[in-house]
Structures are given as C-alpha cells and as structure tokens.
C-alpha cells in the first residue's frame, strides 16, 4: 500500500520567475551576464534534482515508518509512551 504525502508549498513559482528573468537578459551578451545565468541555470537544475531526490527519500521513509507501525503496533505505542515520559519529565522539570 503506498501512501501519499500532503502536497508541500512548491518552488515552482520561484523556479518560472527565475526563468522569467533568464530569458529577459537573453539579449544581454556582456561576459559577466551571461557567466552568471550560466550559473543559476546549472543551479535550478541541481535544485530541482536536489529537491527530487529529497522528496523521494522523505516517501520512502514514510512509508517504512509506516509498514513498521503498522507490522508492530503495540512496540510503537510503547516506543510512544516512552517517549512521551521523557518529554512530560523534562518539561516538568523546567517548570
């Protein structure tokens, strides 16, 4: 069973305006410009394969997360209440 995950704000706004101003300095031919689009256009790419990557990753170990509570649920909810009484005697401390 695979599961989706919640649709997260997306870069693709940032990614068209950069694009956007790529192509508006196109005419533009001075060394320095055309090195830095040069850049930034190999910079969208990685961020793009980077963010990908990323998000592929972050599905995997969901869904790992997943199967495992779902294989063992009573070690999870113990894993759980443990947790919890750390948190709760830590922060009960603090007060």
């Known amino acids: 069973m ?3 995950i919640a649709p997260t704000p997306d870069i693709q706004p940032l990614t068209d305006d950069v694009r956007a101003l790529l192509a508006a300095t ?3 031919a001075d060394e ?3 090195a830095a689009r040069n850049r930034l256009e190999e910079g969208i790419e990685s961020g793009s394969n980077l963010l990908a990557d990323a998000r592929k ?3 995997a170990g969901a869904g790992a997360a997943d199967q495992a509570i779902r294989d063992y649920p009573y070690h999870a909810i113990g894993v759980a209440l443990g ?3 750390v948190l709760g005697l830590l922060w009960g401390r603090r007060s």
Do not use: N, R
């Open 26 to 28: 196109a005419h533009i």
């Open 57 to 59: 990753k972050v599905c």
């Open 32 to 34: 320095k410009i055309v």
């Open 83 to 85: 947790i919890g009484a």
């Open 2 to 4: 695979q599961q989706t």
